[in-house]
């Protein structure tokens, strides 16, 4: 995803929603790609056709005032789009596609708030239409309302699966935005169903192992990791992943530098894979090179386990005042991380 910064270079709100958008509707089924290619800017025959169906069925007045509200906008003359969308629900109140123009045309006027207003009522009038969801995920995302933002995304793949029961880039959205949320169940149960579906989903294999670890079935997630290197010899975060974890059960490790250094091949600015590297040497008691790499990685990654590890390594070499910064570092960006703790305040009562 490419980062919004508000105010700044890289996208205007309009500019970045139909960015987005654009990126959004790769792997939907072919009916919400249909009016979603329609709305991130199709030409207007297009947007005659994907609408044919419900025009129809509008009062000649009412389609006529909605069909002049689809011209404006094409022609990027909001104001008179918005004029002509409003004598649209005059006269049929309950059209939830004049709501949902009315929501776009509002986020590329950059009102925010109103574009959010008339995609709920798009919503509510029609709730099994994905797009109101959608574009109401990408709306609260621009408003840091994380938890909507996520519970309208949740909904959205959650139909779209059900529309399209086999598409695998829909179900593996939906099983990430599980495993987002610490619905780890949901989120297996889901990398199951895509195994179903395509055996040789090596990505899917090794995501299924990250979640078993996440369980602490540490066992069975190095057999997921070994299954996926099977399905892929080169596949980096599986090489990484089986390395890291032979290094924190303390076996296997020189296949875990190996392993790892494999990985890094392939990324090498990969501060992760860095990180893993240098692990493995502070395991092997190569403290000199530990730090030379851990502190390669903590360049790259502000990451609050980096960090402790670098400052191991520095506790183990003596350098005890940079051994405190590290962890120290570590705390600020995860205050909750006990283990630290205890390191700084078992350190602080040994220099005492």
């Known amino acids: 995803m490419v980062k919004y910064f508000a105010g700044a270079l890289v996208f205007s709100v309009a500019g970045y929603l139909f960015f987005m958008l654009q990126?959004?509707?790769?792997?939907?089924?072919?009916?919400?790609?249909k009016s979603l290619e329609v709305i991130a800017g199709s030409d207007f025959l297009d947007l005659q056709d994907s609408f044919a169906g419900l025009l129809d069925k509008r009062q000649t007045q009412a389609q006529a005032h909605y069909m002049m509200g689809l011209f404006y906008e094409n022609q990027a003359k909001f104001d008179q789009a918005i004029v002509e969308y409003r004598e649209t629900l005059t006269l049929e109140k309950d059209v939830s596609a004049a709501h949902l123009r009315l929501g776009l045309v509002f986020i590329r006027k950059g009102d925010l708030d109103k574009a959010v207003e008339e995609?709920?009522?798009?919503?509510?009038?029609?709730p099994e239409d994905l797009e109101p969801g959608l574009m109401l995920s990408l709306l609260y995302t621009l408003q840091n309302s994380s938890d909507k933002s996520v519970q309208e995304y949740e909904e959205v793949l959650e139909k779209a699966s059900q529309i399209e029961p086999e598409n695998t880039d829909i179900l593996k959205s939906l099983a990430a935005l599980y495993y987002q949320q610490k619905k780890f169940e949901n989120a297996v149960s889901t990398y199951k169903l895509i195994l179903a579906l395509d055996k040789k989903d090596y990505e899917s294999v090794f995501l299924l192992g990250i979640l078993l670890l996440e369980e602490g079935k540490s066992g069975e997630a190095v057999e997921k990791f070994k299954e996926a290197l099977k399905l892929n010899p080169d596949y980096a975060d599986a090489l990484n992943s089986l390395g890291y974890l032979y290094v924190e059960e303390g076996r296997n490790l020189d296949e875990a530098e190996e392993l790892i250094k494999k990985a890094l091949a392939f990324a090498p600015d990969n501060g992760a894979f860095i990180d893993s590297l240098g692990w493995v040497y502070y395991k092997k008691n190569q403290i000199d090179k530990a730090i030379e790499q851990l502190e390669k990685a903590s360049s790259l990654v502000s990451d609050a386990v980096i960090f402790e590890h670098l400052g191991d390594a520095y506790s183990k070499k003596g350098m005890l005042d940079q051994a405190a910064g590290s962890w120290e570092k570590s705390l600020a960006l995860n205050p909750k991380f006990d283990k630290v703790k205890e390191k700084l305040h078992r350190l602080k009562n040994e220099r005492n």
Do not use: D, M, Q, Y
């Open 119 to 126: 995609l709920e009522k798009a919503k509510r009038l029609e």
């Open 23 to 33: 990126e959004s509707i790769k792997h939907f089924p072919l009916p919400l790609r």
